[in-house]
């Protein structure tokens, strides 16, 4: 089992990342919300992970914090959510506002995720209301710091923001024409924004 991963960033393509550890890449899979914490390209980063391992692939998550890594290790216990859906809950809205809905159930913020049906959003409700009752107080470094969305760092170079933006949405399971309308929103808006940018105004337009 791989639970932290400490090195040099060498490249972002949302929502992986490529973590060098004593010369060894390693891809991890992100969270949007995670992946707009990390620091620059070149730069020390340390990331919570949690392994997966299948028949066909092995797969590594990251998160900043040991709570975000719980949240997504509860999400994948209910039933009818896997990793992807997992990582794309939590790229919708960060872990705190997940939490929020959970105890509040307000069902109409999970549904306007990708792939969270009005049924998924109910069962999700009822099923993760307990798991997450005492959720932020298992480990000395639980709740998340708020995220700084002024200070976004660029991904692989050679690779256009626009490009970057829409394929990081396919990956968390948007459908190509929503994910092309929402990129197209956002460079409207923010036309010389980096591609963290429009993946974050796309999200939250979503």
């Known amino acids: 089992m791989i639970g932290q991963l400490t090195g040099t960033l060498i ?8 973590i ?3 010369g060894v890449g390693y891809e991890v899979q992100m969270p949007m919300t995670c992946l707009y914490e990390l620091p620059d390209i070149g730069e020390t ?19 900043n914090t040991f709570a975000e890594r719980t949240l997504f290790r509860q999400l994948i216990k209910a039933q009818g959510v896997g990793p992807k859906l997992a990582l794309t809950i939590m790229s919708g809205m960060t ?3 997940f939490v929020h809905a959970v105890t509040h159930d307000d069902v109409s913020s999970l549904v306007k995720l990708p792939g969270v049906g009005r049924k998924t959003a109910e069962r999700l409700v009822v099923e993760m209301r307990d798991r997450l009752k005492n959720w932020g107080t298992a480990t000395p470094a639980t709740d998340a710091a708020p995220i700084d969305f002024g200070d976004m760092n660029p ?3 050679g690779s256009s923001p626009r490009d970057d933006a829409l ?24 036309p010389q924004a ?3 940018i429009l993946i974050r105004f796309a999200l939250k337009n979503m």
Not at 11 to 18: G, I, N, S
Not at 47 to 54: C, K, N, P, Q, S
Not at 173 to 190: F, S, T
């Open 11 to 18: 490249a972002k393509q949302p929502p992986e990342v490529l």
């Open 20 to 22: 060098d550890v004593n």
């Open 45 to 63: 980063v340390k990331l919570i992970t949690h392994f997966v391992v299948r028949e066909d692939a092995q797969l590594l998550y990251g998160f």
């Open 95 to 97: 872990a705190q506002q």
């Open 155 to 157: 991904t692989i170079a």
């Open 167 to 190: 394929s990081a949405l396919l990956a968390l399971g948007y459908k190509p024409a929503q994910a092309e309308k929402a990129v197209a929103a956002a460079l409207k808006a923010e």
């Open 194 to 196: 980096a591609s963290d």
